[in-house]
């Protein structure tokens, strides 16, 4: 912690390019292994900044990874810069109002997540310099957050296996450190085939894979009465078999999402879910295939980094939003539903009634109102062979829905500068923290040795279920 001011500070030099890099990305939302503009961005600013940087690292082409620094410990910041479909806003409006184009956007705030990781690992780089530190800091470009699992595959290559501690961070309303509540999940594609026919002239000929899927989902429906509360089970269709009710449909395709606190219960429960789909095949006297799409492990905490990026939030205080910033987000509230302000609030422990439109206090961690859950994040992956610790930041309204226009409205406001700036400054000091004091690093260590040792981990992918990764158009 001693550390933190000057690493702050030069954080404050370094901001201006990656506040810049923050917007270019904003202004390019490419979808999962698309990221090209998104990462060649990345890797400019890399080299701009005097990074080693290898390109398409852990053999994705969208992938990248910036390195300064000699000897030491090796210290990670991990990137996203992916987008979301359908979910295209100008920026800055309180009203919805899509950009023309693809329909892409920034929703979940990944243009905000890179630059912010990246501006860490430049001030680390500097300090590293300024005070003749020995160690090395890495910036990780990992593609494809949204679904495609672009970390587990980069775990699996092994791109992370020389780190000592890895550090990320999402957008949010707050900032704080982010509890380790994400979920383990799985994605499987369920193909049943059957045989087509007549729906009218030739019924008993016909074997319906449409029956089947319809059933299979009956089936899971009955099934989540008996598995654990936090788990969760999702489906849609990706091939219903076709639009005319008169066929007899022979091939559907239906896209399962399994999802538990543990890594080894939701391997377990995705099991359960197979033999559902089994079921249905023979009930139906059609076949089914099973394949996996992408998976994720939970997510690990690791306390003694936890407690150190707490002590650097408590010390730094929140960000820096003035009179103008709460107006904006104030005039962005009035579009939310009072439930999503209210449920907010509630999340992190607040009165539902609070008039605060954006972060202005750091809250205590653990919280006592319990862990924010944010579904899953493939860092989940990371945090079972590196030590690893996230924050939250704070770069949007209170009530902010991840995943919504008004997220990508507020990208490139000056609420998210400021989040971004000041999250950076947090993962920072945290990063010099562990540089500066080898007993933290000690800790972190053994915390991880212990996990590992009651659970090892199992990549949720088996080795048959590859990125689907795109030629560079
Ligand atoms: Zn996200």
Redesign the pocket.
């Given at each position: 912690m001693r550390n933190a001011a000057p690493v702050w500070d030069l954080v404050e030099a370094r901001k201006a390019p990656l506040i810049a890099l923050s917007d270019a990305v904003w202004a390019v939302p490419e979808l999962n292994f698309t990221e090209f503009r998104s990462v060649a961005l990345h890797a400019d600013a890399l080299r701009a900044e005097g990074f080693r940087v290898t390109p398409a690292v852990g053999g994705l082409p969208t992938a990248v990874m910036g390195e300064a620094g000699e000897g030491g410990p090796v210290i990670a910041f991990l990137g996203?810069y992916d987008a979301l479909p359908g979910l295209s806003q100008e920026a800055g409006l309180t009203r919805h109002q899509p950009v023309p184009g693809d329909g892409n956007g920034h929703a979940?705030?990944?243009n905000l997540?890179g630059s912010a990781s990246l501006l860490a690992a430049t001030a680390v780089k500097d300090w590293l310099a300024a005070t003749g530190t020995p160690g090395r800091v890495r910036y990780y470009g990992c593609p494809a957050?949204?679904g495609g699992a672009g970390k587990g595959f980069m775990v699996r290559a092994g791109v992370f296996d020389d780190v000592d501690a890895a550090i990320s961070w999402?957008?949010y309303a707050f900032a704080t450190v982010f509890p380790p509540a994400a979920l383990a999940n799985i994605r499987l594609d369920f193909t049943f085939t059957g045989r087509a026919a007549h729906a009218a002239a030739a019924p008993h000929l016909g074997r319906s894979a449409l029956d089947a899927a319809e059933l299979m989902n009956v089936g899971v429906n009955y099934l989540r009465e008996h598995m654990l509360p936090s788990s969760r089970i999702h489906y849609a269709y990706q091939d219903a078999g076709g639009a005319a009710p008169n066929v007899v449909q022979s091939r559907t395709v239906i896209r399962y999402t399994v999802r538990a606190a543990e890594l080894d219960d939701m391997l377990a429960l995705a099991q359960r879910v197979r033999r559902v789909a089994e079921g249905a095949a023979l009930m139906t006297e059609t076949t089914v295939t099973c394949q996996v799409v992408s998976g994720m492990a939970n997510l690990l905490g690791n306390p003694p980094l936890e407690a150190a990026m707490q002590a650097n939030l408590e010390r730094l205080g929140p960000p820096p939003f003035d009179e103008s910033d709460r107006a904006f987000a104030r005039d962005m509230q009035a579009t939310f539903n009072p439930e999503d302000i209210a449920a907010a609030l509630r999340q992190v422990g607040l009165p539902a009634d609070t008039d605060r439109p954006l972060c202005d206090a750091i809250l205590p961690y653990p919280s006592p109102a319990g862990p924010i859950l944010l579904g899953s994040?493939d860092v989940g992956d990371v945090s079972w062979v590196v030590p690893t610790v996230q924050a939250l930041g704070a770069t949007c309204a209170i009530g902010t829905t991840?995943h919504s226009w008004q997220m990508t409205a507020q990208g490139k406001s000056s609420v998210a500068h400021k989040g971004m700036v000041h999250v950076a400054k947090v993962m920072a000091a945290t990063a010099t923290d562990i540089l500066s004091d080898p007993a933290l690093l000690d800790r972190a260590k053994r915390d991880h040795a212990d996990r590992l040792r009651r659970q090892p981990y199992v990549s949720p992918m088996p080795p048959d279920t590859h990125p689907p990764i795109q030629a560079c158009p």
């Open positions: 996203e979940c705030g990944h997540l957050e949204e999402h957008p994040t991840l």
